[in-house]
T-cell receptor, first 115, second 113 residues
């Protein structure tokens, strides 16, 4: 069974440029999470989806970050414009059970470097 | 109150030794405490988890000890192996807050052959 797929794996951009990350969760997993992991820190939740509905986006910096999961399967996280402080690893995770229950399976992440 | 504090930041253990990582939390509403293992370039993977109705859970060489009154829990890795070298994160969540994991800062474990 394929795990959570993320692309690209690495991205280097200049500040003020836009960037997008893509995630395909494990087949059948209706709950999808985006986390940000700063260097030497644990992941921090940015947004959680139940199918196509964002049910927890309280930690998402909405002035520059946006996310979508139009058909309730894959998802895109966008930053526009990027700032130096956005350099981090962006992790996508999915879980089988609704309501945030059940094990969260993480993808390998996208390492973003903003110059 | 949302924090989970993890220590030590780094740990070096000889092969065959016991690795111990500690976490403390403040929010008494937390009722799910997983430990994740992360290798370089990979996402975190669930290692073992515990709920507060038990004081200990063992899976192979990995054991979680849970002290509800002290609001602390720890991961013990018995007979540590070089392949255990990774970063370990504790986390906590509330069932009523539907899966929002609050992670500790991580512990980098190195097991020397």
């Amino acid at each position: 069974e394929a795990g959570v797929v993320q692309s690209p794996r690495y991205k280097i951009i200049e500040k003020k440029q836009p960037v997008a990350f893509w995630c395909n969760p494990i087949s059948g997993h209706n709950t999808l999470y985006w986390y940000r992991q700063n260097l030497g820190q644990g992941p921090e939740l940015l947004i959680r989806y139940e199918n196509e509905e964002a049910v927890d986006d309280s930690q998402l910096p909405k002035d520059r970050f946006s996310a979508e999961r139009l058909k309730g399967v894959d998802s895109t996280l966008k930053i526009q414009p990027a700032e130096l402080g956005d350099s981090a690893v962006y992790l996508c995770a999915s879980s089988l059970l609704a309501g945030g229950r059940g094990e969260q399976f993480f993808g390998p992440g996208t390492r973003l470097t903003v110059l | 109150q949302q924090q989970v504090k993890q220590s030590p930041q780094s740990l070096i253990v000889q092969k065959g030794g016991i690795s111990i990582i500690n976490c403390a939390y403040e929010n008494t509403a937390f009722d799910y405490f997983p430990w994740y293992q992360q290798f370089p370039g990979k996402g975190p993977a669930l290692l073992i988890a515990i709920r507060p109705d038990v004081s200990e859970k063992k899976e192979g060489r990995f054991t979680i000890s849970f002290n509800k009154s002290a609001k602390q829990f720890s991961l013990h890795i018995m007979d540590s192996q070089p392949g255990d070298s990774a970063t370990y994160f504790c986390a906590a969540s509330r069932s009523s807050n539907t899966g929002k994991l609050i992670f500790g800062q991580g512990t980098t474990l190195q097991v020397k052959p």
